[in-house]
């Protein structure tokens, strides 16, 4: 079953702050990732974070990681049209293999 | 209950020989997808398909065709494997339409080519 839990549907205003969350089970995460995934297109890597890290930040992306709740965020600051998209998390465990959250599709409004 | 499964997790063959990787999904999804990741952890669409309509990146070389024997399974068929079909190949399922926002992914199959 899934391990991987995201909420599906986020919406803000433009030049908001969204902030997506994700909640993993498996305790032998070594990197976190977030992905972006546009209409028709395959999932292109945001952003990764390794599990000893509490936080990254990377131009308009902050990634939060609470280890002992098992909660990842992504916060995209003044969040644009062009964000628009669905976010995938995922965990990366033993043997390198990647475990996929069900995606958080953002909207954004003008 | 696994709700997407791939067979096998791990694939080790030779140049030249044809494989398969079945995916089965349990969720009574509509649409199914096969990816492939590349070495910057980049998944690439190869194809989408749901009941009526194939959709194939035209990327992807004709040696990789899809099967789908009903609705709940949609396989990737690969000929004359090459050394750079090496990757990790994810299937992925979708209630409604192409791309809705709930895409539930297997557990990845690693595929080396030797």
């Known amino acids: 079953g899934e391990d991987v839990e995201q909420s599906l549907f986020l919406s803000v205003r433009e030049g908001d702050s969204s902030v997506i969350n994700c909640t993993y089970t498996d305790s032998s995460s070594t990197y976190l990732y977030w992905y972006k995934q546009e209409p028709g297109a395959g999932l292109q890597l945001l952003t990764y974070?390794?599990?000893?890290?509490d936080m990254k930040q990377d131009q308009r992306l902050t990634v939060l990681l609470n280890k002992k709740d098992k909660h990842l965020s992504l916060r995209i600051a003044d969040t644009q049209t062009g964000d628009s998209a669905i976010y995938f998390c995922a965990h990366e465990a033993a043997g390198n293999m990647l475990t996929f959250g069900g995606g958080t599709r953002l909207m954004v409004k003008p | 209950d696994t709700a997407v499964s791939q067979t096998p997790k791990y694939l080790v063959t030779q140049m030249g020989n044809d494989k398969s990787i079945k995916c089965e999904q349990n969720l009574g999804h509509d649409t199914m997808y096969w990816y492939k990741q590349d070495s910057k952890k980049f998944l690439k669409i190869m194809f989408s398909?749901?009941?009526?309509?194939?959709?194939i990146n035209e990327t992807v070389p004709n040696r990789f065709s899809p099967k789908s024997p009903d609705k709940a399974h949609l396989n990737l068929h690969i000929n004359s494997l090459e050394l750079g079909d090496s990757a990790v190949y994810f299937c992925?399922?979708?209630?409604?339409?192409?791309?809705?926002?709930?895409?539930?992914f297997g557990p990845g199959t690693r595929l080396t080519v030797t």
């Open positions: 992925a399922s979708s209630p409604t339409g192409l791309f809705s926002y709930e895409q539930y």
């Open positions: 974070i390794f599990s000893n890290m």
């Open positions: 398909y749901n009941n009526k309509e194939l959709i």
